[in-house]
């Protein structure tokens, strides 16, 4: 029996094998699965077709044509072969965008190419040999016709290798294996025609490529690990983007900001009008309010993530509570609707923690019980429980609204409860999903009792440190007096840049101002000074050449970066570039200075 006969014959049962189990596992009904079920289907003829060419070279005398129409037949399932796996390659790599819908054209393009191909193969001549040596039969085919067929072969793989280099596509590693699968076959036809010249095709050999590509690739088990690599990389690509146009929201909103709250500040600390100081005080807590509810809906990672760290600070319980309400009270709107505030006495007047997170958390569930309340009344209930230096809250929000019909919905994602009843009611569904959130990350959890028709109850509990006035004294919050200072401060708009200023001013710190980062350089060549202010991105210059440029005109300048990237990590970021502090806008006292005495402490 001839070496080729055998080698077929393996190459077959393996075939069989793969297709058997292949058609036998579900799959997703893709071009791609398509596409290497054609090669599987392709390579089976092709060996059928080989060992029937072998058969018939020794009766080529009595069956001249029949040789012939087989033999090009079994060329033309050799250059389909190569052209399906080249059209594979291509579809992976192709732009989803832009060829979206447009899949019919690589079947075309596929039939059209090997029309052509058809037309010359069975146009050439072919020769037939059988050569004995001492490992049996030698059978081949030679001529201008299996000559073509490679040049043909080799030219589409080195195609495919050139598209493969130019492309820029995340399935790059598919068309690499594809690819390398379909050169390692094709090589060792090259090393069987090293050893026997008149060797050109051996299909049992380039058959092997299809068998290895279903164990690398094309395995349904190895489609499913690869689909979901490719739907994480879209994922992260999807949300990387998401980060970046929310970021960038966040800073425009934060930066127009921060004139509100600086010079309402200001006119609250020099006014003598207590009308005014009163209403400067609604618009400063409603800026707050604004900054702190634009952070978490717009840092989605606060409803897909519970990575955000907690900013624990020592406040006044019981004003932070009145405050919260009065802002909160204005969602009644003239209806009569009585607000009733009911907090525990026993407890502490100073507590330890998040308060900024517990004030959006109770204005989230006032305004919802606010909105969707019509008449009767909404209570606000506090009750605690001391144990050490420990306090237990429990806090409540009861009305005698609309109630809830379905509460298995309630915390759906931009999903708004009875919309068609209650289409008047602005909201966008989220506010209680980021209620949740904000609850499950201070460690307790919100439970919800409702009756259709008669109202409903919001129910959570945290647990915060409790204070003293002796921490009050030594907060690290307190004013550091920085007389005999010098600093610039470096910001694009006017308006911040004048807000920074005038905000800055209090702590005796002498101030010069400007827009570019260039135009700072040339101050800092003309002068010394302590500080620097620096808006990171005001400019073409990248923030750690901007400061590694500081550092050149004195070590123990101090860089700060005062910018309104809020987003999770910004202040590792940017300590970790080598910046001496980070200060986000708009300023707020106590965060400049807690930052302030972190930096020049003693």
Known sequence: MSVTLVTELFSFIFLLIIVFVYLGKKKLNTYDNAFYIAILFISITGLVLEFVDTILIYYRDSYRLLCDVINNLYMLCVVSYVLMMVTYILYILRDRKKTKNKEVYYGVMFVVILLIEAIVI???????????????????VDGAGPTFCSIVCYVEIVIALFYIALCKNKSKRYAYISWSILALAFGLVILARFIYPGVTFLFSIISYGTIIMFFIVQSPDARKVNLLKDIKENTDEINNKKMEFLSNISKEMRTALQPVVVL?????DNSSNKELKENMNNILEASYLLMDVTKNILDINLIEDSSIKLNEVLYEFEKEMLLTTKMSSSYINNKPINF??????????????????IKQIINNLLSNAFKYTESGSVTFTVRANTVDNKCTLTFEVKDTGIGIEDTSRLFTKFDRMDLD????????GLGLVITRNLINQLGGDLKVESVYGSGSTFTFTVTQGVGNSCEVSDNPNSTVNLLGKRAIICDNNKFNLNASKRFLEKYNISLVTCLKSDMMFDLL?????????YEPYLDSNDPKYVLRKVKNYGDNI????LTSEVMNHAREKYLSEGFDGYIFKPLI???VNKELNEIFKE
């Open 122 to 140: 069975s146009a050439l001549p072919n020769e037939y040999h059988i050569n004995e040596s001492f490992i049996g039969y030698e059978i081949y």
């Open 264 to 268: 309402s500040n200001d006119i609250i």
């Open 340 to 357: 009733i505030i009911d907090i525990d006495k026993n407890v502490p007047f100073y507590l330890y923690g998040d308060v900024v997170k």
């Open 421 to 428: 009843k209650n289409s008047s009611i602005k909201g966008t």
């Open 525 to 533: 060549e003309k002068e010394k000074f302590d500080i620097v202010f």
């Open 558 to 561: 101090k860089v700060i970066a």
């Open 589 to 591: 006292k106590n965060n």
